[in-house]
């Protein structure tokens, strides 16, 4: 086989890379072997709603969420950390694997991050996304499992680590030891749960209609789970649900903890229920550890806080949240065969 991939390369030119691939509801980011993260773009795609025609993927197709014609629509493939749109998840999948390389490819292995709690149906189908969007051989890791990897945790230690990754679509919640999940929970209330609850509120107390870009920017701006020293204010622009006509309203900070009580406390609840089915010795090295938080969800401002107090276990961000998924997968993939152990994170070989 070695022999056969040296004679390809030498005939056409082509080069074997390896992708590590964070298939996140909100963002897809991309990890090359030897690069580092080489992509990071929305997961949206526009498709022409008369011949199917892919127009737009990524940071490009996001801007036209809300502003397309009839014949123009900007989905997102996926909703809840796993496919809702088979045939898009492949073509925006097939865009963001080529944009990651820059150069044809001959065998490619892919490591792909997915929600802890999905189906075996849904996990196949991640995986042939990724075979058919031109990775050879396609693998998955668990998302908690790849955030702290991510994040620097001794996840082969024989003691216990625990991360709270928030993504786009769902939280998950994770007790790691000696490479294995030994606890999880995984709900699906997270960033796009947090920004619809935010445009709600805003419907139901300023009678203003925002779309959900308007909501992330409010969250972004302003958001917080735990009072602050200085509230902030955002003023968000829509149309008026009763005259019809463009109108603008000014939201405090307050407002929209307000706004996203229900989801903070869901969240907070999947930490406390993990906690408390850990087993004794492994919670003794948590209470000295402490808890990571990961994804875009861990830099919404006092969240670390109000775990914290919540819990009474020291609450830390992790280095760069947003990235840790993907680093995760792409350390997996560069130091699987130096370190067998690390076989165990992935969950499920390629299909044949």
Known sequence: MNL????????????????????GTANTLVYVQGKGIVL???????????????????????????????????????????????????????????????????????????????????????????RRAGANEA?????????????????TDATGSMVVDIGGGTTEVAIISLAGIVNAKSIRVAGDEIDEAIANY??????????????????LEIG??????????FEVRGRDLVSGLPRAALLSSEDLRLAIQEQLTA???????????????????????GIYLAGGGALLRGLDRLIQEETGIPVYIANDPLSCVVIGTGRVMEEIRSNPRLRKV???????
């Open 202 to 219: 805003v419907r139901r107390s300023y009678n203003l209609f925002v779309g959900d870009r308007t909501a992330e920017r409010a969250k």
């Open 40 to 130: 990071r773009e929305p997961s949206v795609v526009a498709v022409d709603t008369e011949t199917g025609a892919v127009l737009a993927v990524g940071e490009d197709a996001k801007r036209m969420l809300g502003r397309t014609p009839s014949t123009i629509k900007a989905i997102r493939p996926l909703k809840d950390g796993v496919i809702a749109d088979y045939d898009q998840t492949e073509a925006m999948l097939r865009h963001f694997i080529k944009g990651g390389t820059k150069r044809r490819f001959a065998w490619k292995r892919v490591v792909v991050g997915i929600p802890s709690g999905i189906t075996e149906v849904e996990r196949r189908a991640v995986i042939e996304a990724s």
């Open 139 to 155: 693998y998955i890791i668990e998302e908690p499992m790849a955030a702290a990897i991510g994040a620097g945790l001794p996840i």
């Open 224 to 233: 917080s789970a735990y009072p602050l020293e200085q509230e902030l204010t």
């Open 4 to 23: 056969l991939r040296r004679a390809v390369r030498t005939l056409t030119g082509q080069v074997t890379e390896d992708l590590g691939i964070d298939l």
């Open 346 to 352: 992935l969950v499920q070989a390629s299909l044949d």
């Open 267 to 289: 969240i907070v609840e999947a930490v406390k229920l993990t906690l408390e089915t850990a087993p004794p010795e492994l919670s003794a090295d948590i209470i000295h550890r």
